[in-house]
């Protein structure tokens, strides 16, 4: 059994930073991508952000300029650096991992920006 941890989330004033990271409890081989989702009170999931076993990303236009994804490829370890938070990025975020033959997702880490 393989598990995705969010951590990094919480409370922050509008205009700051935040950076998640997401720990895979197991070992986990043929990733094709690793992504970040969030869901905001009464929103559907959106993709955040993601990026390929390639290296290659891509991010929601509402984020692009503020948000870099990354990872550590050893660990299997994606990070979502936020900067420059607004209220509207408040929402629960997901980390999430695609290989051949599943797909992983955590369980969700709580991002709230006050204004």
């Known amino acids: 059994q393989v598990q995705l941890v969010e951590s990094g989330g919480g409370l922050v004033q509008a205009g700051g930073s935040l950076r998640l990271s997401c720990a895979a409890s197991?070992?986990?081989?043929?990733?094709?991508?690793m992504g970040w989702y969030r869901q905001a009170p009464g929103k559907s999931r959106e993709l955040v952000a993601a990026i390929s076993s390639g290296g290659g990303t891509n991010y929601a236009d509402s984020v692009k300029g503020r948000f870099t994804i990354s990872r550590d490829n050893v660990k299997n370890t994606p990070y979502l650096q936020m900067n420059s938070l607004k209220p509207e990025d408040t929402a629960v975020y997901y980390c999430?991992?695609?290989?051949?033959?599943?797909?992983?997702w955590g369980q969700g880490t709580q991002v709230t920006v006050s204004s």
């Open positions: 999430h991992f695609q290989t051949g033959n599943f797909e992983l």
């Open positions: 197991g070992r986990i081989f043929g990733i094709l991508a």
